[in-house]
């Protein structure tokens, strides 16, 4: 049974700091590239970074977050850094390889003072 599950969202202040984790499970993770999404709420979801044989940032987030992957234990990380009240969103763990792909179930950061 394939499963990504995202942990790590919270309520944070601005300039403060989070780290995402998405644990897989069911499939071949280390030969699937991983991607980090975000909706806010109306808004159209969007690419965060990506991960496979090299590193993707959307603009709006380069130099303050950092996506890495550790295949041992199966895990993608989201650093993020500097948050702004922009960022607040619900995060999406996204796992592809060809034509197949899985998602997450999302966890939710809020920027807020």
């Known amino acids: 049974q394939v499963q990504l599950v995202e942990s790590g969202g919270a309520l944070v202040q601005p300039g403060g700091s989070l780290r995402l984790s998405c644990a897989a499970s069911?499939?071949?993770?280390?030969?699937?590239?991983m991607t980090w999404y975000r909706q806010a709420p109306g808004k159209e979801r969007e690419l965060v970074a990506s991960?496979?044989?090299?590193?993707n940032y959307a603009d709006s987030v380069k130099g303050r977050f950092t996506i890495s992957r550790d295949n041992v234990k199966r895990t993608v990380y989201l650093q993020m850094n500097s948050l702004k009240p922009e960022d607040t969103a619900v995060y999406y763990c996204?796992?592809?390889?060809?034509?197949?792909?899985?998602w997450g179930q999302g966890t939710q950061v809020t920027v807020s003072s």
């Open positions: 996204q796992a592809q390889r060809r034509s197949t792909e899985y």
């Open positions: 069911g499939f071949f993770f280390s030969s699937f590239d």
């Open positions: 991960i496979g044989s090299a590193t």
